[in-house]
């Protein structure tokens, strides 16, 4: 392999001769967790897939750990290890291939069965087929072969590893997992990725649950998939809250799209200091913004406006308790002062 690139056979031997990869890396340790998209109309697959290589480039970006994301000229080939896993109690034949995606306002969407798009005739998955006992694993080589022809933009794909199987019935099911692949194609440099969000509100819903939402924009050239986390301070009290988990899916170019954190029940109205942190991979922006949710509808069960109400009972009880021991303390420190000398 060329220099600046970490072989990944001082760890384990690979299933597959290691292929010449001089744009790819191998994931740093710790960055080993499963980067699987299962099909949303699939059962259970019983198969897992990782990807086993990112561009040296993109050390920095989050994404290109889980998914194939690249920016190449017209002409470039690129290819990149992934693992396959038989995570059943069966023996497994999983076959691998690659099949057309797109990205919308609704985001990412897979394409049924083995729909093809002109980014998955570029793709070909060596081996096709493979026999895995339990636990078995194989490393299989997917090769992106971009035409010299090939006109500038995005194109999206998935790198699938399918099982068959059945419902109990004389039904066929199939179980598939599979690894995005988000890539531009253009002379020159990566076109740029940017959003923009939105000022921060707070709210209840119907069930008396509070809730924080923006609006996001995708400003750049390239597709987001957005994930970030909400943390809540300054509220009542002194009170705070997080940091809450926020997925915010894949969003087109041009798109926009509205983050919606749900939040315990219990919090008390506020106002609360909200800051909302949101990225893709390297590409990271945070709003703030003060927030108040707003009392319980009327609707809402009469058991949770008690939890509520004892929140804020104890919440009040915690505040006068803290005042009590600041005070004794104060006082005893003043008790405790040496005499000055005559």
């Known amino acids: 392999m060329a220099a600046g690139s970490v072989s990944a056979a001082a760890q384990r031997p690979p ?19 499963p980067s699987t998209t299962p099909s949303p109309d699939a059962q259970p697959a019983g198969v897992g897939i990782r990807l086993l290589d990112a561009p040296v480039d993109r050390r920095d970006d989050t994404r290109a750990y889980k998914y194939i994301v690249d920016h190449v000229k017209p002409g470039t080939t690129i290819k990149r290890r992934v693992e396959v896993r038989n995570s059943s109690e069966i023996h497994r034949k999983v076959t691998l291939y690659a099949a057309a995606a797109s990205v919308s306002e609704n ?10 798009n002109e980014l998955s005739s570029w793709i070909s998955v060596s081996p096709t087929e493979e026999a895995l006992a339990p636990d078995e694993e194989v490393e299989a080589l997917a090769t992106i072969t971009v035409p010299s ?15 068959p199987g059945t419902d109990g019935s ?13 890539l531009s194609v253009g002379p020159g440099g990566e076109p740029p990725s940017g959003f923009d969000v939105g000022p921060l509100t707070g709210g209840r819903d119907a069930e008396g649950t509070p809730f924080v939402t923006a609006e996001v924009r995708n400003t750049g050239r390239r597709a987001l998939d957005l994930a970030g986390e909400l943390r809540l301070s300054d509220g009542p009290g002194g009170l705070a809250a997080g940091p ?22 219990r919090l008390p109205d506020g106002p609360w200091a909200a800051t909302l942190a949101l990225a893709s991979g390297w590409t990271k922006r945070t709003a703030t913004g003060a ?30 308790l803290t005042f009590l021991v600041v005070y004794v303390y104060r006082r005893r420190l003043r008790t405790q002062e040496p005499v000055p000398a005559a």
């Open 15 to 33: 299933a597959l001769a290691e292929p010449t990869l001089p744009e790819a890396d191998l994931p740093a340790a710790g960055s080993r967790e």
């Open 107 to 116: 985001g990412f969407e897979f394409a049924p069965d083995r729909t093809e």
């Open 149 to 163: 022809a090939a006109e500038a933009g995005e194109r999206y794909a998935v790198v699938w590893a399918e099982v």
């Open 170 to 182: 004389d039904v066929r099911s199939v179980g598939r997992v599979g690894i995005r692949v988000y």
């Open 244 to 265: 809450v988990k926020v997925e915010a899916g894949t969003l087109p170019l041009d798109g926009r799209a509205t983050v919606r954190v749900l939040l315990d029940r």
């Open 291 to 320: 927030v108040t949710f707003g009392p319980v509808p009327a609707g809402a069960s009469s058991e949770d406006q008690s939890r509520q109400l004892l929140t804020g009972g104890l919440v009040a009880s915690g505040l006068v």
